[in-house]
């Protein structure tokens, strides 16, 4: 899978957009890029994920580069419930190898009144 | 509501004493597995299991056991527990291709 990269933290102020910037220079034709976060200690939970079109969701927003070489994850209207560790994932969905997700360090979002 | 069901949140016993963690989903789900989330170490997986009756190795799977007798369950099993295992746990399960992971609300285990 390939590798990605992601700020360690960021601040957001309430109501406005998030913007999480995820670099994966090294992505291959059949990755996708899949976005999770995790609110303190508890499970992961999915949010979003693509292959190359922008796609558009409940949660958020995910717009890929024409390159594939990054993406952006948007909260458009973020709550003080959506601080949390966001982790951008890039892997073959139909891989066999244990099927595992490699979870980075993620970016740490603060959303502040 | 779809949902993966881990059993119980906590949990403090000794080392040598016999554990087992419940798994639950009632998804369908063919693939299953277990994650440990450690600070300074991320998510690693313990075991997975492709479908009924198979189950394999993930990246860190000493210490432990799994079984696969149903669809729904996987149970974690930790025959001698040591304290190097004191660790956060999530269960987790998908449907097909490229559907995403359902993880469980985690079980914090303490070995003492």
């Known amino acids: 899978d390939a590798k990605t990269t992601q700020p360690t933290s960021m601040d957001c102020a309430e109501g406005r957009a998030a913007n999480l910037p995820c670099n994966h220079s090294?992505?291959?034709?059949?990755?996708?890029v899949y976005w999770y976060r995790q609110i303190h200690s508890q499970g992961p939970q999915y949010i979003i994920h693509?292959?190359?079109n922008n796609e558009t969701n409940e949660m958020a927003s995910l717009i890929i580069t024409e390159d594939r070489k990054s993406s952006t994850l948007i909260l458009p209207h973020a709550t003080l419930r959506d601080t949390a560790v966001y982790y951008c994932?890039?892997?073959?969905?139909?891989?066999?190898?244990?099927?595992?997700?490699?979870f980075g360090g993620g970016t740490r979002v603060l959303v502040k009144p | 509501e779809a949902q993966v069901t881990q059993n119980p949140r906590y949990l403090i016993t000794v080392t040598g004493k016999k554990l087992t963690v419940t798994c639950s989903q009632n998804?369908?789900?063919?693939?299953m597995s277990w994650y440990r989330q450690d600070p300074g170490l991320g998510l690693r997986q313990i075991y997975y299991?492709?479908?009924?009756?198979?189950?394999d190795k993930g990246d860190v799977p000493e210490g432990y056991k799994v079984s696969r007798k149903e669809k729904r369950n996987f149970p974690l099993i930790l025959e001698s527990p040591s304290p190097n295992q004191t660790s956060l746990y999530f269960c987790?399960?998908?449907?097909?291709?490229?559907?995403?992971?359902?993880f469980g609300n985690g079980t914090r285990l303490t070995v003492t």
């Open positions: 090294t992505i291959s034709g059949n990755e996708y």
């Open positions: 987790a399960s998908r449907g097909v291709n490229n559907s995403p992971l359902h």
């Open positions: 998804m369908n789900h063919e693939y």
């Open positions: 299991s492709m479908n009924v009756e198979v189950t």
């Open positions: 994932i890039v892997r073959v969905p139909q891989r066999a190898a244990g099927n595992k997700l490699t």
């Open positions: 693509g292959l190359k």
